[in-house]
């Protein structure tokens, strides 16, 4: 079992920059690939961006290539998304997830990871 605590999230102006944090509750140490995706209330989760496990591999949505940096601390269990450039439709609720079964990827599928934080919640408004 992985317990995720998300942290970081708040109120900026378009252009702004906020770093996210996903804590985790038990080590890691390198065995799981992780992600971020976020949910727009009356819409469905949407992938933001994911990692590997050593942190070779990295993907992100199409939305946030260029603005959005994923990484992450195997001594520290954490992980973060460096988010610059922010814009309106970048408002959500940002979750950290965990898959234990396929380290080696970086998936963007929802149903390939099975552990999840509660959130934290990015507003973009002028």
């Known amino acids: 079992q992985v317990q995720l605590v998300e942290s970081g999230g708040d109120v900026v102006q378009p252009g702004g920059s906020l770093r996210l944090s996903c804590a985790a509750s038990?080590?890691?140490?390198?065995?799981?690939?992780m992600a971020w995706f976020r949910q727009v209330p009356g819409k469905g989760s949407e992938f933001v961006a994911a990692i590997n496990w050593n942190g070779a591999i990295t993907i992100y949505a199409d939305s946030v290539n260029g603005r959005f940096t994923v990484s992450r601390d195997n001594v520290k269990n954490t992980l973060d998304l460096q988010m610059n450039n922010l814009k309106l439709e970048d408002t959500a609720v940002y979750h950290c997830a965990v898959d234990p079964d396929r380290p080696w990827l970086a998936g963007r599928s929802q149903s390939s990871y099975r552990y999840w934080g509660q959130g934290t919640q990015v507003t973009v408004s002028s």
């Open positions: 038990s080590r890691t140490n390198g065995q799981y690939a």
